[in-house]
């Protein structure tokens, strides 16, 4: 399994950074200012979605709440 993480850094962002990890989940972070803008995540995710935002696999899965729904339905968490 592969994961994307896109963060602003804030707390959420770690949570789901030390599940994948506990995990053993290989993923990339994209950070806000570093990797992408504002309008770059705005224009990927739209305008409300909140950060982190998790892709798996290629298919974009949510944010924290809904990742962690995504790890329970397949028993992993």
């Known amino acids: 399994m592969k994961a994307v993480?896109?963060?602003d850094g804030n707390q959420e962002c770690d949570r789901i950074?030390?599940?994948?990890?506990s995990l053993s989940t290989e993923?990339?972070?994209?950070?806000?200012?570093?990797d992408?803008?504002?309008i770059q995540f705005?224009?990927?995710f739209g305008d409300n979605?909140?950060?982190p935002q998790i892709t798996i696999n290629h298919e974009h899965v949510g944010g924290l709440k809904d990742?962690?729904?995504?790890?329970k339905q397949r028993?992993?968490?």
Do not use: V
């Open 5 to 7: 993480l896109y963060t």
């Open 17 to 21: 950074r030390m599940l994948l990890d």
């Open 27 to 34: 993923f990339l972070e994209y950070q806000l200012g570093k």
């Open 36 to 38: 992408f803008s504002d």
């Open 42 to 44: 705005a224009a990927e």
């Open 49 to 51: 979605a909140p950060y």
């Open 67 to 71: 990742t962690l729904s995504y790890f």
């Open 75 to 77: 028993n992993l968490i």
